[in-house]
C-alpha cells in the first residue's frame, strides 16, 4: 500500500508540474510586451492614455496626464523630478484587452534621456514607433530605434496627429526607408489630413472609416463604407476620394502583406495612421498589434543543461533524444535559450531606482520575468552572487501608483524592493542556475570631470562607486596616475544632475562638475596591445574604464573619421558600447 500512496502522490505532482506548465504557456501566449519610441510631443502620453482606456485600466483619458502633472502632490519620487516636473525613472503598465495582456515598458517622454531609456528598451519585445505626421522622423526616434533594431524587435508604426497638416504617408514610409532600412506595409491608410482628414482606410476589410472629431476622452464614433460604396462619393470630396484611389492602388503595387517572419524580424513594420488626442485609428492599431506583435521571446542565457535549449543542434549530439542525461547535469554549463515557457522561474534585473519613496528611503530593483511563474515571496538566487533572497514584497508598476502582485510571467516586469542584492544585468532564478548575458552599456556622448571636497574624498569614493554597480552612470579614468577624479561618461544630461543630486543626498557630499568637450567614445577592444600599435594619435584621448580598458574619446565625430583613416588597422575593432 505504501508503493501504491507514493505512486498516486506521484501522479499528483505529475499533474500538478503539466497543470503549471500549460498555464504558464498559456499565459505567455497571451502577453504582449511593448515600449514606445518617440520624439517628445508626438504624443506618447496621449497615446498611452487611449491604449489604457481601451483596457479600462483607466476611467477617463487625462489621466495619465494628471497624473504626470499632479506628481508633486501625489507621489512620493525623487524630489528631482519634482523640481524638474519630469519623470526620471520608467515604469511598467500593464493591463488587460480583450484576453489579452499589455505591458507597456514606459521610457521617459522628455529632452534628456539616459540609460534607463535604453535599458527600458532593452527590456521590450516589441517597439512602437510612435511619430508625428507633420514631423516624420526626430532625432530622439533615431537613437531609440537603434536600440530596437540592435535587439531586432518588431516594429510597429503609429503616424499620429493626422487632424493637423501632415506630410503625405508615402513620404514616411520614405524616410522609414531611407533612414531605418525599414520596409513599411500600411495596415490602415489616411484620407486627408488637418481640416480635410476624414478618415482612414482599412486594407485588412477594405473598409473606409469615417473621422468624426471626439472630445476629450470619448471614443471618436465611426461610420464604415466598403471602399466601392458609391455613397463615399457623397461623403468624401471628389479629389480625396479620387486620390485615395489611387494611392490603394499604389499600395497594392508597394508589397503584398508581410509574414509573420517578417514583422517578427523587425524588417517590415506595420503602418498606422490616426489621431491619438481624438481617439481615432487607435483602436484599429491595437487590434491589429495585438495579434501581430510577438508574445515574449526565449532569451539567450548560459547554465545547466536541464534549463536550457542548445543553441544550434551541436555537432556532437550523438543521442538523438537530446536528453540530458548523457551530459553531467548540473556540473556542466552550456550556452543556449530559456524558453519563457519553461517551468523554472528566472528574470533579469534592468533597473534600479532609488528613494522612491522618501520615507522609507527604498531602492527598488526592476525584473523582467523572462521565463516561469513568480509567486509572490518565493526564493531566488542571484547568480552574480549566488545569495538567496526572498521576494517577499513585489510590487508591480502602473503609472506611479503600486500595487502587490501574486504572481507574474515571462514579460512581466516587476518592482522588488532591494536589500542591496541587486545590481543592472542580474540574473535571478529558482530552478537549476542560469545566467543572462550583460546588459551592454550605451555609447556614452556626454562627459565631465566629478569632484569633491579634499575632506569627503572617502564617501565620494564610496558613492562614485554606489552609483556605479547601481549603473547610474558610466565612470571612466584618466590614464595620468596623478589625476585621480573620475570622468561621467552619459547618454544625457540629466545623468549627471542625478549623480549630484543622489551623491548629496545620500552620501552627504557636494560635488562639482567640470564639462569635458568630447561627444564620442570608443572602447578599444584589442585592449593597450593595440593602443600601443596604432602607436601617437591625434584627435583623440586615451581614458580607461572602470575594468582599466583603453576606451578612446573624439570631440567630434570628424575627429573620429580621421583617426580611423589613419589609424583604424593597427587599432582593430571599436566598439561603441561597453560590455561589462
Ligand atoms: P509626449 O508625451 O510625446 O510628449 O506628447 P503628449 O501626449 O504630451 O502630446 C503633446 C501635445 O500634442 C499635446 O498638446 C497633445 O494634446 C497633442 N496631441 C497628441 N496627439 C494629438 C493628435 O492626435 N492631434 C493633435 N492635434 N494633437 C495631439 P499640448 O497642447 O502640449 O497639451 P494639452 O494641452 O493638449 O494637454
Partial sequence: TAAAAGSSSDGENARAAAELARRIAAEVARRRNFAIISHPDAGKTTMTEKLLLYGGAIHEAGEVKARANARSATSDFMALEKQRGISISST?????????????????????????????????????????????????????????RLRGLPVFTFVNKMDRPALNGFEIIEQLEKEFGLQSYPVTWPIGSGDRFCGVYHRPSNKVLLYAKAGRGKAAASEQYELGDPALAGIIEADLLEQLMEEVELLQILGDEPSAEEIASGAVTPMYFGSAFN????????????????????????????????????????????????????????????????THFSGLVFKLQANMDPKHRDKVAFVRVVSGKFDKGMKVKVARTGRVVSLSRPQQMFAQSRATVQEGFAGDVIGLTNPGA????????????????????????????????????????????????????????????????????????????VVQYRMKDEYGVDTSLEPLSFCVARWVLGGWPAVERAGRMFNTTVVKDAYGRPVLLFRNEFAFNQVIAEQGEKLGELSAFALP
Avoid at 289 to 296: D, E, N, Q, W
Avoid at 470 to 486: C, F, H, K, N, R
Fill in 92 to 148: 511598467a503598465m500593464t493591463w488587460q484587452y480583450q484576453g489579452s495582456c499589455l505591458n507597456l515598458l514606459d521610457t521617459p517622454g522628455h529632452q534628456d534621456f539616459s540609460e534607463d531609456t535604453y535599458r527600458t528598451l532593452a527590456a521590450a519585445d516589441n517597439a512602437v514607433l510612435l511619430v508625428d505626421g507633420a514631423k516624420g522622423i526626430e532625432p530622439q526616434t533615431r537613437k531609440l530605434f537603434a536600440v530596437a
Fill in 422 to 497: 541587486f545590481a543592472i544585468g542580474d540574473t535571478i532564478y529558482a530552478g537549476p542556475e542560469l545566467s543572462f548575458p550583460p546588459i551592454p552599456s550605451f555609447s556614452p556622448e556626454l562627459f565631465a570631470y566629478l569632484r569633491c571636497a579634499p575632506n569627503q574624498k572617502k564617501a565620494f569614493a564610496k558613492g562614485v562607486e554606489g552609483l556605479l554597480g547601481e549603473g547610474a552612470v558610466q565612470v571612466l579614468y584618466s590614464t595620468d596616475e596623478y589625476i585621480t577624479d573620475p570622468i561621467l561618461a552619459a547618454v544625457g544630461q540629466l545623468q549627471f544632475e
Fill in 279 to 342: 481617439n481615432f485609428g487607435v483602436d484599429l492599431f491595437l487590434q491589429s498589434f495585438i495579434s501581430l506583435a510577438v508574445p515574449p521571446r526565449p532569451a539567450k542565457a548560459k547554465g545547466n543543461p536541464a534549463v536550457l535549449a542548445a543553441l544550434e543542434p551541436s555537432e556532437d549530439s550523438s543521442s538523438s533524444n537530446g536528453s540530458s542525461g548523457s551530459k553531467a547535469a548540473g556540473s556542466t554549463s552550456i550556452e543556449g535559450t530559456v524558453s519563457p515557457e519553461s
